[in-house]
């Protein structure tokens, strides 16, 4: 049976290097065009299509089989006629066919167009469609590049856990669960544990998904989102944003390689990298946008209507340095100029948030009291703080919104479209 569904090629294999020679490729039926004598089948696979040219009179039962059918053919590799192609296989054999049940829920060539919500209730079909699945192709090149760049940078790859006991960010948006009669919660980040593994292991990273009960239902919040998240030991935040503006630098050179994306996007990403990120701090933002009739108070968070417009006026990436410390989360350090002011930074592209991160606070008496300003019990957090006293050093890291970055990348205009299988507080299946 392996042998049997087993192809020679991928369809970007069939070159007129190979023609004349028998070929077995497997794939979906993406068209059929029957002109009696001849027909036209076009078989996709993931990589792209080749013309299979059918004889009617030594296969009448193509004519049966519904389009986006998976079949296996095998035939010789000749030269086509047409102009859009080099060259074409001529059927010999039909290996092996499973049906597709019509009608379809969408059509995966993108010939009649569906919403998004009905493309993501029949994802493993939207995917036939390239366009759709290009947009993972680049996620997974991205992977291997923010992988790659890191760890050339000494950090070493690591997976804490997403079962926990307490809040790792903030109490707000934490998923509660019965836990063998217990309450457990899923994580929101792995804050603290990245924190914690410094102590050792000095510089860490870890990819993975993480969980926030926020009942946004926006273009950019998922309830479940992955996370880049990094963090250093005797580095500062100043360091963590070089490292990151080189992340993001590696990713697009490297998406631009694999000439994935149109001419527009690939020329805004271009553009994007020829300058060092602007770093602007917060300050700065609040007085542009005052000077730009925004309504905006120093101290106060920015509105995502503030954000819009500073977006406009910095349509590429920009860091925002030196936000109050009011605004940022227990664990960021204060300003030593400033103590009004944190030293922490956030990555933007245009309106869209990519990074949070920043100088860590590594005093526990510090932390304790800021836990309490902001309405956290400080004892729920003992467990973390204990290791702040096993010789804890100065530290510094960030979170990365994987989504949202291949999704700015992309050009795309909704996170969900970059995620295979998107949770908001609308969807959980399939
Ligand atoms: P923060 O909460 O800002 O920081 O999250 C880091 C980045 O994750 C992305 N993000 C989201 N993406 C999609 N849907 C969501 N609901 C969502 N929430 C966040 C954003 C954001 O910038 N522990 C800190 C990071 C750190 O300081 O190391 C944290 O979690 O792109």
């Given at each position: ?9 991928f ?23 029957d ?12 990589t ?39 060259v ?52 997974s ?9 890191l ?15 307490s ?21 929101q ?14 510089r860490?990273f ?20 992955y ?66 009739g ?17 977006g406009r006026?910095?349509p ?23 103590p ?67 999704m ?23």
């Amino acid at each position: 049976m392996k042998e049997k569904i087993k192809r020679t090629h991928f369809a970007n294999e069939l070159k007129e290097n190979i023609l004349g020679e028998k070929v077995k490729v497997g794939g979906w039926i993406e068209d059929v065009r029957d002109i009696g004598k001849i027909i036209f089948l076009v078989i996709k696979d993931i990589t792209g299509s080749i013309q299979v040219i059918v004889d009617p009179e030594e296969f009448p039962q193509i004519r049966e089989i519904p389009r986006q059918s998976s079949i296996l053919v095998s035939g010789k590799i000749q030269k086509s006629k047409a102009k859009e192609m080099t060259v074409e296989l001529k059927l010999e054999e039909v290996v092996a066919i499973y049906l597709s049940k019509h009608p379809l829920p969408i059509d995966p060539t993108g010939r009649l167009e569906s919403s998004l919500d009905k493309r993501l209730d029949a994802r493993a079909l939207d995917l036939r469609n390239e366009n759709v699945s290009k947009l993972f192709v680049i996620r997974s090149i991205a992977l291997q590049i923010v992988r790659k760049t890191l760890l050339e940078m000494s950090f070493l790859e690591v997976n804490t856990p997403k079962i926990i006991g307490s809040a790792s960010e903030g109490g707000a948006n934490l998923f509660e669960f019965d836990y063998f009669k217990n309450k457990a919660y899923l994580a929101q980040s792995p804050q603290l544990y990245k924190e914690q593994l410094v102590l050792a292991l000095d510089r860490v990273f870890e990819i993975a998904p993480y969980f926030r009960a926020e009942k946004s239902n926006t273009v950019r919040h998922l309830t479940e989102f992955y996370s880049v998240d990094i963090e250093a030991a005797f580095l500062d935040h100043y360091d963590i944003m070089e490292i990151m503006e080189r992340v993001i630098k590696n990713v697009i050179i490297g998406i631009n390689d694999s000439a994935l994306l149109d001419f527009t996007t690939n020329d805004f990403l271009n553009k994007a990298i020829e300058p060092k990120f602007p770093r602007l701090t917060y300050q700065t933002c609040i007085e542009e946008l005052k000077e730009n009739g925004e309504c905006v108070t120093y101290g106060d968070d920015l509105s995502d209507s503030s954000l819009r417009k500073l977006g406009r006026l910095h349509p590429g990436f920009y860091f925002i340095t030196e936000w109050p410390l009011k605004l940022k989360p227990f664990y960021i350090l204060e300003n030593k100029r400033d103590p009004f002011l944190s030293d922490s930074f956030d990555l933007q592209i245009g309106y869209l948030e990519l990074i949070s991160g920043g100088s860590r606070q590594h005093d526990p008496t510090k932390i304790r009291n800021r836990l309490a300003e902001q309405g956290l019990n400080p004892d729920k957090f003992s467990e973390h703080l204990k290791v702040f006293d096993w010789g804890m050093p100065p530290h510094a890291g960030c979170g990365l919104g994987l989504d949202r970055l291949i999704m700015s990348l992309t050009g795309s205009m909704n996170v969900r479209e970059v995620v295979l299988y998107p949770r908001d507080p609308y969807r959980i299946s399939p």
